[in-house]
């Protein structure tokens, strides 16, 4: 698949993301806390709903007790507008609930102020 250059880093702030086209795909362009950028296709796994109109969030961490939850991982997470999936940017776009599934996911690189997707 050819390269293309989806937005501007200037686009995108720290923990917000955006749908763009690469060729005839919609993508979903995410760019986390620490400024990296990634891609995935723009469709949750579950029923189709596009990613973009979910939201960039964190992830909670079972303590052990019953009810002591510790939110983290802010901006490192897609979850779904429709029914709450959640997938990890920064591990290839797997299913939090269910890391054996994924996103499809492209290769992305940054030069001078242009995003570059790729395959
Ligand atoms: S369509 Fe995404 S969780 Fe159902």
Redesign the pocket.
């Known amino acids: 698949m050819k390269e293309q250059v989806v937005c501007k880093t200037t686009e995108l702030e720290p923990g917000e993301m955006k749908a763009a086209n690469l060729g005839k795909q919609n993508v979903l362009v995410c760019r986390t806390l620490d400024g990296k950028f990634y891609a995935f296709l723009n469709q949750?796994?579950?029923?189709?709903?596009p990613?973009d109109k979910?939201m960039i969030c964190g992830a909670t961490t079972d303590k052990s007790k019953p009810g002591d939850y510790h939110y983290c991982r802010k901006g490192e997470i897609i979850r779904?507008?429709?029914?709450?999936?959640e997938f990890d940017i920064k591990d290839e776009g797997r299913m939090l609930a269910n890391p054996s599934k994924k996103l499809p996911s492209y290769k992305v690189r940054v030069e001078d102020e242009d995003v570059i997707v790729y395959k």
């Open positions: 949750c796994n579950h029923q189709g709903a990613l979910g779904c507008p429709w029914h709450g999936r």
